[in-house]
Antibody, heavy 120, light 106 residues
Framework: EVQLVESGGGLVKPGGSLRLSCAASGFTFSSYSMNWVRQAPGKGLEWVSSISSSSSYIYYADSVKGRFTISRDNAKNSLYLQMNSLRAEDTAVYYC?????????????WGQGTLVTVSS | EIVMTQSPATLSVSPGERATLSCRASQSVSSNLAWYQQKPGQAPRLLIYGASTRATGIPARFSGSGSGTEFTLTISSLQSEDFAVYYCQQYNNPGAFGGGTKVEIK
């Protein structure tokens, strides 16, 4: 069974940093692009960042460019999101999502998410 | 930046009826469009990609159509488990979801 489990969320002060992790299992992690998508409380989905299977291609939403860094460790079947200079508007549930096909830009499955709250 | 607009924001439908959801792109995305379903407290689930191809395990009552800038998700006969929020996503450039349509019980 394909499984994605996010961790690392929590309460952080504005300007602070947090590192999210996503542990993958049940598929060949190194063959798939991976993604982060977030959802602010009561709001819609917002794509955050994508990384190709070998980390050759990386993309960010304008709203996080220069502050967030996506990375992966294929040996550990893990995806990461380093979040710096956090703002109140970064408060959201952060989902890890796999490419449906190896490098597709549509996503499934998704993890259950980890909540990040940025507040003083 | 491509902006995705979904309408209506809320759709009230009786079980067994047909639901038609719309998604418009601010510029052409060809057929690079996906639809997702999200139920309260759950992660989204992929329904449709390539504008009209159902993902594995998705019932035939879900169908997608359109290309360019205008897209439609149709649920032919609403079941109780279909009441949820639906999002479109263009992937011509990475990302960009629409604001969502909530399908509620009438």
């Amino acid at each position: 069974e394909v499984q994605l489990v996010e961790s690392g969320g929590g309460l952080v002060k504005p300007g602070g940093s947090l590192r999210l992790s996503c542990a993958a299992s049940g598929f060949t992690f190194s063959s798939y692009s991976m993604n982060w998508v977030r959802q602010a409380p009561g709001k819609g989905l917002e794509w955050v960042s994508s990384i190709s299977s070998s980390s050759s291609y990386i993309y960010y939403a304008d709203s996080v460019k220069g502050r967030f860094t996506i990375s992966r460790d294929n040996a550990k079947n893990s995806l990461y999101l380093q979040m710096n200079s956090l703002r109140a508007e970064d408060t959201a549930v952060y989902y890890c999502a796999r490419a449906y096909y190896y490098d597709s830009n549509w996503f499934d499955p998704w993890g259950q998410g980890t909540l990040v709250t940025v507040s003083s | 930046e491509i902006v995705m607009t979904q309408s209506p924001a809320t759709l009230s439908v009786s079980p067994g009826e047909r639901a038609t959801l719309s998604c418009r792109a601010s510029q052409s995305v060809s057929s690079n469009l996906a639809w997702y379903q999200q139920k309260p407290g759950q992660a989204p689930r992929l329904l449709i990609y390539g504008a009209s191809t159902r993902a594995t395990g998705i019932p035939a009552r879900f169908s997608g159509s359109g290309s360019g800038t205008e897209f439609t998700l149709t649920i032919s006969s609403l079941q109780s488990e279909d009441f949820a929020v639906y999002y479109c996503q263009q992937y011509n450039n990475p990302g960009a979801f629409g604001g969502g349509t909530k399908v509620e019980i009438k």
